[in-house]
């Protein structure tokens, strides 16, 4: 069974479109998120939420919005898609994430190309 | 600032050889260290942490890693490499600004192991 899911796999779009991408886990994990992987593997945190509080990175434009509709998922909203947001997309969890001691689990990633 | 680096982008070791893929950090207070491996188009898997404790923590496949305070350094090893090892290695510290144990990668080091 997968633990992290991400849907999907890959998502080719023109600029200026809205997309989302969704995120699913079945660890029963409360704390949730969302990374970028740019071209050079650099991996940078944009969300993460854990229940009721959600903590944005102040780098990542508002044209970006995690939902979570219940404690198993995380799906990302973007709108008016920019060539600059080509990359690859990873979902994670982790349970306790206040503490910040236990490992994340990561989603296999959704490789967003923008034409 | 809190900060974490890999000052190589590539590691190549013989098989069967051992390895080290460095990592230090800068960070106030007692930091929370993890690695992760990712192989080719998939996300990243976790191998070990150091919370507290004993400085020498072991973790997945073999591979083991030091915690020395004074160098301020969180080094991956592994006794004798194999092919299979080859990988993208990322080193990561909790960043202790928010609740929520966000982390703060390194670049990544590219590990190759040739036969």
């Known amino acids: 069974d997968t633990a992290v899911s991400q849907t999907p796999k890959y998502l080719v779009t023109q600029m200026g479109n809205d997309k989302s991408i969704k995120c699913e886990q079945n660890?029963?994990?409360?704390?949730m998120y969302w990374y970028k992987q740019d071209s050079k593997k650099f991996l940078k945190i944009m969300f993460s939420y854990n229940n009721k509080e959600l903590i944005i990175n102040e780098t990542v434009p508002n044209r970006f919005s995690p939902k979570s509709p219940d404690k198993a998922h995380l799906n990302l909203h973007i709108n008016s898609l920019e060539l600059g947001d080509s990359a690859v997309y990873f979902c994670?969890?982790?349970?306790?994430?206040?503490?910040?001691?236990?490992?994340?689990?990561f989603g296999p990633g959704t490789r967003l190309t923008v034409l | 600032a809190q900060s974490v680096a890999q000052p190589e982008d590539q590691v190549n070791v013989a098989e069967g050889n051992p390895l080290t893929v460095k990592c230090t950090y800068s960070?106030?207070?007692?930091?929370?260290l993890f690695w992760y491996v990712q192989y080719p188009n998939r996300g990243l898997q976790f191998l070990l942490k150091?919370?507290?404790?004993?400085?020498l923590v072991k973790g997945s496949y073999g591979f083991e890693a030091e915690f020395n305070k004074s160098q301020t350094s969180f080094h991956l090893k592994k006794p004798s490499a194999l092919v299979s090892d080859s990988a993208l290695y990322f080193c990561a510290v909790r960043d202790i600004r928010g609740s929520q144990g966000n982390l703060i990668f390194g670049k990544g080091t590219k590990l190759s192991v040739k036969p």
């Open positions: 150091y919370i507290t404790g004993d400085n």
């Open positions: 994670a969890s982790s349970q306790g994430g206040r503490e910040g001691q236990n490992e994340q689990f």
């Open positions: 960070v106030s207070g007692n930091p929370y």
């Open positions: 660890l029963g994990h409360d704390t």
